[in-house]
Each structure stands twice: as structure tokens, then as C-alpha cells.
């Protein structure tokens, strides 16, 4: 296993609202054409958020402009622009995700990480039973009814964090991943067909009407974690030294 001392992912949070023009000034021409295609304005600006975060941050990171970071976008299975960001090799590892009002980018040179973020919405009880693990919906039916939105909230973005960090995304079942209750600290505690994955979890401030998780492969304990406030990196048309006290690893 990898080095588990001194160890840290960073994860940025941002508002929808601090997308900015000078924004665009940063994308390659797939990521303005993406942004384009969105209908809905707030939907948009999720993205160019997102995009915005992970090319200043990673700028920072490997000491390039951000216009220059190497961001792959390629499906794995179509190969069009519009997969997971990522960056050659695995020096670094880049996770994003965006719902109701929060974007979230997680970097870090551990491992294969995910984020993710998600509104709380009555509706999400309608998939419980395609989502969740027979445990999982046993521990939900026992919760009072005005209880239940959250949880599951909280159950699927969980599962999200961890399909995300091994790579499987959607192409696997959420309901054969079984995780650990919003009650209780984050953990992975099976994996359909892969008995013997490694996965530690970490917990994230609580953020009102949002759930989110973090997940990285190939950790056994959690990985220390430095949240951090992007408005201020996103409101300035320029490329900003690095904040005192970070700790980039």
C-alpha cells in the first residue's frame, strides 16, 4: 500500500455563482463547446466552475498556467470529450462534482480519488430500491419518514465517491456497493465481485441541504483532508500565488 503518514487530498469548494467570463479565457475549445451546450444557465455554470477549479489548482500543482494543464476528457468508451477529468500518469489524481449549490474539486497525489456531492430531494426515495443494498434499504425503512431524504442522500453519495474513485462510474451497480450509514463515519464495507478492493473514505463538512463523500483507492485508513474556499481564486482575473499554510502534497 502507499504511504498513509502525512498524508493529505484537498478538496475546493465553490458556488455556482462565482463563474466568471474570464473563465473561458482557461478551457480548450471541448470544454467552451461543453459549457455551450448546456440549456440551463445554473447547469452551465456548475461546469465552468468545476473546469475553472481544476485547471487553477492543478496550475499551481505542476507550476504550469492553467490554460496549460493537461486535462484528458476522453470517454473510455466512445472517446469523445466528455468523460471524467484526469491528468496524464499519476502524479496527480482530480475528482469533480457539482449539485444544488455546491461544486467540489478533490486533488490529490494518493491515489485514484473521488468526490461527490449531492442536493438533498425527496425524489431520490423513488430509486431506493435500484440504489441501495438490501441492508442498506432494511436501515432506511427503520428511519422516521422525515429522515429518509437525507439518508439516502446521504447513501448515494457515498456510493458515487467510491464508484468514482475505482473508475467504474454508473457501468456498475450502485445497489453492489454497500456503504456505511450517514450515521455513521464514511466507509466502503463491500464491492460486488471485487472481494478484496481497498478503499478508505473521509468525512466532509456538512454543508445545509447537501450531502457529500470522499473516496480514494488504495488506502486503508483515511486520508487527512484540507477543505478550501475557491471563491476568492475564482474572482481574480489572474493566475494567484498559492494561499499561506497550504498543504499540497
Not at 475546493?12 to 466568471?20: K, L, N, Q, Y
Not at 456505511?180 to 441541504?209: F, I, K
Amino acid at each position: 500500500m502507499r504511504g498513509e503518514t502525512d498524508v493529505s487530498c484537498e478538496v475546493w469548494w465553490a458556488p455556482p455563482g462565482a463563474a466568471r467570463p474570464w473563465h473561458r479565457g482557461l478551457f480548450t475549445p471541448d470544454e467552451i463547446a461543453r459549457a455551450d451546450a448546456y440549456l440551463r444557465r445554473e447547469d452551465a455554470d456548475r461546469f465552468t466552475v468545476g473546469c475553472a477549479v481544476s485547471r487553477l489548482v492543478l496550475g499551481r500543482r505542476l507550476g504550469l498556467p492553467p490554460a496549460d494543464v493537461p486535462l484528458l476528457r476522453a470517454c473510455p468508451g466512445c472517446g469523445e470529450p466528455h468523460g471524467r477529468p484526469r491528468l496524464p500518469g499519476d502524479e496527480l489524481h482530480l475528482s469533480v462534482s457539482h449539485s444544488g449549490d455546491w461544486v467540489a474539486v478533490a486533488v490529490t497525489a494518493l491515489g485514484p480519488v473521488g468526490v461527490d456531492v449531492e442536493r438533498h430531494s425527496p425524489r431520490v426515495l423513488d430509486v431506493a430500491e435500484t440504489v441501495l443494498a438490501p441492508a442498506e434499504l432494511a436501515a432506511l425503512d427503520r428511519l422516521p419518514p422525515g429522515e429518509r431524504a437525507a439518508a439516502m442522500t446521504g447513501y448515494w453519495a457515498r456510493k458515487e465517491a467510491v464508484l468514482k474513485a475505482t473508475g467504474d462510474g454508473l457501468a456498475a451497480p450502485m445497489s453492489g456497493v454497500t456503504v456505511s450509514g450517514p450515521g455513521e463515519p464514511p466507509a466502503l464495507l463491500g464491492y460486488a465481485g471485487r472481494p478484496g478492493l481497498v478503499v478508505a473514505m473521509a468525512e466532509l463538512t456538512s454543508r445545509p441541504g447537501h450531502a457529500a463523500a470522499l473516496a480514494v483507492l488504495g488506502l486503508r485508513t483515511p486520508p487527512k483532508v484540507a477543505e478550501r474556499d475557491a471563491t476568492a481564486l475564482l474572482a481574480a482575473p489572474e493566475y494567484p500565488p498559492a494561499p499561506r499554510g497550504s498543504t499540497y502534497s
